[in-house]
T-cell receptor, first 116, second 113 residues
Framework: AQKVTQAQTEISVVEKEDVTLDCVYE???????LFWYKQPPSGELVFLIRRNSFDEQNEISGRYSWNFQKSTSSFNFTITASQVVDSAVYFCALIESGGGADGLTFGKGTHLIIQP | SAVISQKPSRDICQRGTSLTIQCQVDSQVTMMFWYRQQPGQSLTLIAT?????????ESGFVIDKFPISRPNLTFSTLTVSNMSPEDSSIYLCSVLLDSYEQYFGPGTRLTVT
């Protein structure tokens, strides 16, 4: 069965520091999708990125970047020059392509605190 | 993308009662899901709700406790039955698009007293 591990329960940094959130996954499928979601204190889940298993190119979107490495089964998320508004819980998740009917498997989340 | 709304946004209910949560999507989607997020925890899949078929429940969730309806491609309901304080959670519906992007509704924050 698939599994997603976010070993960092909580990270606290000072504003403008760079921070990396780790995500390690397990799956037996060769085709799968990885996701990152942001959950601010208001509670809604904000979709950040989806990456399929055949696309190992790193992605950058503004201050956000993602590093996907199949060799280490990792999909890490870096925020550059962090801001207070980045404070939230971040979830990494996985879905196997053949298991669309099974929904997403989520990691336990990393609570990111950006101090002013 | 997809825009998803849920009703109610929050509720406080007495134990032993039932609450039905509605989920409305702005486009037709085949696959919808219901998740539960207990306080301070991650999300756990309750069931998959595809139009035209019975909902498929994950281990630990049963139809008698969480009956689901999916009458068409834009709407679903989840009922939390015979509630107890342990059911206090955020309940979220989500949709899976053909592109494998999965979007979530704003959630229903349920407190059972």
């Amino acid at each position: 069965a698939q599994k997603v591990t976010q070993a960092q329960t909580e990270i606290s940094v000072v504003e403008k520091e760079d921070v990396t959130l780790d995500c390690v996954y397990e799956t037996r499928d060769t085709t799968y999708y990885l996701f990152w979601y942001k959950q601010p204190p208001s509670g809604e889940l904000v979709f950040l990125i989806r990456r399929n298993s055949f696309d190992e190119q790193n992605e950058i979107s503004g201050r956000y970047s993602w590093n996907f490495q199949k060799s280490t089964s990792s999909f890490n998320f870096t925020i550059t020059a962090s801001q207070v508004v980045d404070s939230a819980v971040y979830f990494c998740a996985l879905i196997e392509s053949g298991g669309g009917a099974d929904g997403l498997t989520f990691g336990k989340g990393t609570h990111l605190i950006i101090q002013p | 993308s997809a825009v998803i709304s849920q009703k109610p946004s929050r509720d406080i209910c007495q134990r032993g009662t039932s609450l039905t949560i509605q989920c409305q999507v702005d486009s037709q989607v085949t696959m919808m899901f219901w998740y539960r997020q207990q306080p301070g925890q991650s999300l756990t899949l309750i069931a998959t709700a595809n139009q035209g078929s019975e909902a498929t429940y994950e281990s630990g969730f049963v139809i008698d406790k969480f009956p689901i309806s999916r009458p068409n491609l834009t709407f679903s309901t989840l009922t939390v039955s015979n509630m107890s304080p342990e059911d206090s959670s955020i309940y979220l519906c989500s949709v899976l698009l053909d592109s494998y992007e999965q979007y979530f509704g704003p959630g229903t924050r349920l407190t059972v007293t």
